[in-house]
């Protein structure tokens, strides 16, 4: 089976501008999760989606949402951005909704490594 | 809220040598979930550990979950420069109906040759 694929991998953006990531789940996943990962704060859950709805979130700002196709396709929408959203992006994968069932793996993308200045 | 501590932050072993990385839970784990990753990639799942006293292996490497389930150690036996990387542990933390995998902040490995 082909992994999770992350469009694009690099991206430069402008304060203030808004940005669309996509992620790619592995075939037959239908739970896709989004995290933020920087130098200082580490990885950090942003939201988790399952059947198009968002099941579990974290503790980020409305700025950054998401949406997830019925294809299991997602995206992240990140508006007004700023230079603490530089960060490398990371979408995961899991055939399962965390916190139904005891066994919860994830499997992640490459990232997008996003820089804003 | 449920914090992972990892240590050591950085490790640099000879190859060929043994080295054991820990996670230490400020709350009971009732799941704990190892990757390694290399810069400024993804994340590549290695195991999962549910049960107190659990202990599952994957080539040279070797995790384990304590009785009391509040600390895993992860061991690799003979260090390989392919071993090189940031390993970091989760681990499903739950508020009311919300669930979110929470991360330590990662163990550099270097393996010199």
């Known amino acids: 089976k082909a992994g999770v694929t992350q469009t694009p991998r690099y991206l430069i953006k402008t304060r203030g501008q808004q940005v669309t990531l996509s992620c790619s789940p592995i075939?037959?996943?239908?739970?896709v999760s989004w995290y933020q990962q920087t130098p200082g704060q580490g990885l950090q859950f942003l939201f988790e989606?399952?059947?198009?709805?968002?099941?579990n979130k974290g503790n980020f700002p409305g700025r950054f949402s998401g949406r997830q196709f019925s294809n299991s396709r997602s995206e992240m929408n990140v508006s007004t951005l700023e230079l603490g959203d530089s960060a490398l992006y990371l979408c995961?994968?899991?055939?399962?909704?965390?916190?139904?069932?005891?066994?919860?793996?994830?499997?992640f993308g490459p990232g997008t490594r996003l820089t804003v200045t | 809220s449920q914090e992972l501590e990892q240590s050591p932050q950085s490790l640099i072993v000879q190859e060929g040598k043994n080295l054991t990385i820990n996670c230490t839970s400020s709350?009971?784990?009732?799941?704990l979930y190892w990757y390694k990753q290399k810069y400024g990639e993804g994340l590549i799942f290695l195991m999962m550990?549910?049960?107190?006293?659990e202990e599952k292996s994957h080539e040279k490497i070797t995790a384990k979950l304590d009785e009391k389930k509040q600390q895993s150690s992860l061991h690799i036996t003979a260090s390989q420069p392919s071993h090189a990387g940031i390993y970091l542990c989760?681990?499903?933390?739950?508020?009311?109906?919300?669930?979110?995998?929470?991360f330590g902040k990662g163990t550099l490995l270097t393996v010199n040759p």
């Open positions: 989760g681990a499903l933390q739950s508020g009311g109906s919300n669930y979110k995998l929470t």
């Open positions: 075939s037959g996943h239908r739970s």
């Open positions: 989606y399952f059947s198009e709805t968002q099941r």
């Open positions: 709350k009971t784990l009732y799941g």
């Open positions: 995961a994968s899991s055939p399962r909704l965390a916190g139904y069932s005891s066994s919860y793996e994830q499997y």
């Open positions: 550990l549910q049960k107190g006293g």
